[in-house]
């Protein structure tokens, strides 16, 4: 689903030189697959997103994503790929202004589905997220944990094949944070391959899942999902 084949990004410096935020990093990701990006602050986690995403371009290297090369995607073919990922965000991003419907409507408008289309799917997204009967409600009025899963039925509402989680458990707690996973499960379990980025260790240690490490934007360690039993 995702494949990096020596990937690197280097941000230019004012003045000259630059700050290698991404080395040499090669990895493939399936579908079906659940795996973490963890990494201390500026180890490169976002700056993958970003590539991934196409917000930002390598310096060399290759992203592939659902085995098209990112490389020879125009400025046009741009919305193509980013239809193929849903994003999930630590704050959420969520329009105080709109209904729960509406934000989750949001990718399907842009998109141009036809309205009863949007319907069906914005109504069966908030459904697997338990917020069928609160979509005509202010996202304001409801929990952060009921915000985060707004985010992921907005995120999922297109049914893409890749979703990635920049930091979607930072601001809940233990017990929220085990819905949010199993809701990643869930979707992982049926085929959409999901990349995690996250700084919590003890959510990790909790699952396991593939870790991918990074360090100072080099691929450190790939700890592959244990056997079960094992």
Known sequence: MIQLDRVSKRYPIPGGGGRDALRQV??????????????????????????????ERPTAGEVLVDGVPLSTVGTSGIPYIRRKIGMVHQNHQLLFDRSVFD?????????????????????????????????????????GGEQQRIGIARAVVNKPPLLLADEPTGNL??????????????????????????HDLSLIDRYDHRLLSLRDGRLVADREEPAHGA
């Open 26 to 55: 090669s990895l493939t990701l399936p579908a079906g697959e659940l795996t973490f990006l963890t990494g201390h602050s500026g180890a490169g986690k976002s700056t993958l997103l970003k590539l991934i995403m196409m917000i």
């Open 103 to 143: 934000n989750v409507a949001l990718p399907l408008v842009i998109a141009g589905f036809p309205r009863a289309d949007i319907g069906k799917r914005v109504r069966a997204a908030l459904d697997k997220v338990g917020l069928l009967s609160k979509e005509k409600l202010n996202p304001v009025m409801l929990s």
């Open 173 to 198: 707690d233990p017990a929220l944070s085990a819905e949010i996973m199993d809701l990643f499960q869930d979707f992982a379990n049926v085929g959409v391959a999901v990349l995690i980025a996250t």
